[in-house]
Nanobody, 118 residues
Framework: VQLQASGGGLVQAGGSLRLSCAVS????????IGWYRQAPGKQRELVAR???????NYADSVKGRFTISRDNAKDTVYLQMDSLTPEDTAVYYC?????????????WGQGTQVTVSS
């Protein structure tokens, strides 16, 4: 199982970016999938996640600005990030809890850098 993240970059404050994370490999089901981020000198934190039943969770700091969505047919999750601020600057990591032939596992994608300039 692999998670391939893309879509990071440099944007000015107030701008938008969309991150994508595609799951590949032989999987039975995705129990939860979402995004975490880690800024320099800070701990990794949950940004947004979709769990079974399409239940979404957001960090308080991104509510109303970020939207997570999932394309089940493509096993891909998206994070639309609007009204970005410099405080959103971080490396963003895709994460998924997946049932595969090996059982239940927690998987991480490679990070993608998001930089918001003031």
């Amino acid at each position: 199982v692999q998670l391939q993240a893309s879509g990071g970059g440099l944007v000015q404050a107030g701008g938008s970016l969309r991150l994508s994370c595609a799951v590949s490999g032989i999987i039975s089901s995705i129990k939860a999938i979402g995004w975490y981020r880690q800024a320099p000198g800070k701990q990794r934190e949950l940004v947004a996640r979709i769990t079974v039943g399409s239940i979404t969770n957001y960090a308080d700091s991104v509510k109303g600005r970020f939207t997570i969505s999932r394309d089940n047919a493509k096993d891909t999750v998206y994070l639309q990030m609007d009204s970005l601020t410099p405080e959103d600057t971080a490396v963003y990591y895709c994460n998924a809890v997946i049932v595969s032939g090996s059982g239940l596992g927690n998987f991480w994608g490679q990070g993608t850098q998001v930089t918001v300039s003031s």
